[in-house]
């Protein structure tokens, strides 16, 4: 079946720095993407939608130049969380949609875990 | 507004048990899907089961199965036979437009005890 694949799993940085999450869709084509945030025992917070060759629709709430979302090709949509601080820790999920035979399903990434010290 | 109600937040049942996981959903919409998504501790996603609203016939993937009811605005998900494996977050969605871009229940957490 479709997979997304979502890297790094983990990551560990210092307040300040920017950190890069990647979503790549391995074996479709995904014009739309979606970025969420999940903090624990929670459900899943919607960010933005990523339409490849366009730019990112934030849902309210969402700093768009806080988390920097690029969709460059059909295969590959990066988040990068800018000048990150303690409260950006969380767990960062994307979803694909598919294409073609695809059309209807979503596919989920494994998930970024972003500590921020 | 479209909303998504889980109002469990929390169910635990015996190994081999039935257990019913409801959701209930608010939306002007005629045609659409419904989801039930499932978080194990793994934290990665997973489809569970996918309900057409234009289709009567319920919905059903192995030992889980659906309980549409369209007039209601209700998805139940039903586990038979559950197995410690099922232990996992599960989440009820719906599409908010033709994009997928989904509406979240706030998930209930089911934890099948050996």
């Known amino acids: 079946g479709a997979v997304v694949s979502q890297h790094p799993s983990w990551v560990i940085c210092k307040s300040g720095t920017s950190v890069k999450i990647e979503c790549r869709s391995l074996?479709?084509?995904?014009?739309?993407m979606f970025w969420y945030r999940q903090f624990p025992k929670q459900s899943l917070m919607l960010m933005a939608t990523?339409?490849?060759?366009?730019?990112?629709?934030?849902e309210q709430g969402v700093e768009k130049d806080k988390f920097l979302i690029n969709h460059a090709s059909l295969t590959l949509s990066t988040l990068t969380v800018t000048s990150a601080h303690p409260e950006d820790s969380s767990f960062y999920i994307c979803?694909?949609?598919?294409?073609?035979?695809?059309?209807?399903?979503?596919?989920f990434g494994e998930g970024s875990r972003l500590t921020v010290l | 507004a479209q909303t998504v109600t889980q109002s469990q937040p929390e169910m635990s049942v015996q190994e081999a048990e039935t257990v019913t996981l409801s959701c209930t959903y608010d939306?002007?919409?005629?045609?659409?899907?419904l989801f039930w998504y499932k978080q194990p501790p793994s934290r990665q996603m997973i489809l569970v089961i996918r309900?057409?609203?234009?289709k009567q016939q319920n919905a059903t993937e192995n030992r889980f199965s659906v309980n549409f009811q369209k007039a209601a605005k209700s998805f139940s998900l039903k586990i038979s036979d559950s197995q410690l494996g099922d232990t996992a977050m599960y989440f009820c969605?719906?599409?908010?437009?033709?994009?997928?871009?989904?509406?979240w229940g706030a998930g209930t957490k089911l934890i099948i005890k050996p």
């Open positions: 979803s694909a949609r598919g294409t073609g035979t695809l059309a209807g399903e979503l596919f």
């Open positions: 074996d479709f084509q995904a014009t739309t």
């Open positions: 990523s339409n490849e060759g366009s730019k990112a629709t934030y």
């Open positions: 939306t002007s919409e005629n045609n659409y899907y």
């Open positions: 309900q057409e609203a234009y």
């Open positions: 969605a719906f599409p908010l437009d033709s994009n997928y871009q989904l509406i």
